[in-house]
């Protein structure tokens, strides 16, 4: 299989911290491959948030780190702002599929 | 600053072909850095890749879509193109075009297009 599994939703008030899960196969993250994550507002195309696990491109927010195990990965958002409210997505390479795997996105609500 | 734009067809008709074309700038399609790659999102759903072009022309498809994609591009005009046969309500979705950072099996996609919506619909 190559699924990759994100929570569906996850929900936080303004000022909290919000952490959303990532978990692969033996064919993508669990075989060590790297992970990264993306950030889709409403209505727009994905934009890149974290790339090798844990490094931010130039014009991310310090507030958005992210860490890997060795089957799972996470993305934490501390100081809850309610621009942040979209779907977050991880992705890896699968050996499978010789191409990219996106896990099935996560819903962010600013409450 | 790397520009991707989607352009084509928007409504296909079942097991007719969709085409689409991706313009890029600010950066080369054969410039021996990145791959070029598409992906797609049904309405309300998640993200698929479903293929990309490296810089020296070789196309690498998911296997979901394999016997029905093919990936091109064109060097004169910086630019990349899908073509996807045998339509179905099932390939109703944004499909977006993105650069991809590729070494070895670190892959990423670092810049997107802004989308194009392609329905399937008699």
């Known amino acids: 299989q190559s699924e990759v599994t994100q929570p569906p939703s996850v929900s936080g008030a303004p000022g909290q911290r919000v952490t959303i899960s990532c978990t692969g196969t033996s064919s993508n993250i669990g075989a060590g491959y790297d992970v990264h994550w993306y950030q889709q507002l409403p209505g727009t195309a994905p934009k890149l948030l974290i790339y090798a696990n844990s490094n931010r491109p130039s014009g991310v927010p310090g507030r958005f780190s992210a860490s890997k195990s060795v089957t799972s990965a996470s993305l934490t958002i501390t100081g809850l702002q309610a621009e942040d409210e979209a779907d977050y997505y991880c992705?890896?390479?699968?050996?499978?599929?010789?191409?990219?795997?996106f896990g099935g996105g996560t819903k962010l609500t600013v409450l | 600053q790397v520009q991707l734009r989607e352009s084509g067809s928007g409504l296909v008709k079942p097991s007719q072909t969709l085409s689409l074309t991706c313009a890029v700038s600010g950066d080369s399609v054969s410039g021996g850095s990145y791959s070029w790659s598409w992906v797609r999102q049904p309405p309300g759903k998640g993200l698929e890749w479903i293929g990309y072009?490296?810089?020296?022309?070789?196309?690498y498809y998911n296997p979901s879509v394999q016997s029905r994609l093919t990936l091109s591009a064109d060097r004169s005009k910086n630019e990349f193109s899908l073509r996807l046969t045998s339509m179905t309500a099932a390939d109703t979705a944004v499909y977006y075009c993105?650069?991809?950072?590729?070494?070895?099996?670190?892959?990423?996609?670092?810049?997107w297009g802004r989308g194009a919506l392609v329905t399937v619909s008699s």
């Open positions: 072009i490296s810089h020296s022309g070789s196309p």
């Open positions: 993105a650069r991809v950072v590729l070494l070895g099996t670190l892959m990423y996609f670092d810049y």
């Open positions: 992705q890896s390479y699968d050996s499978r599929l010789r191409g990219g795997v």
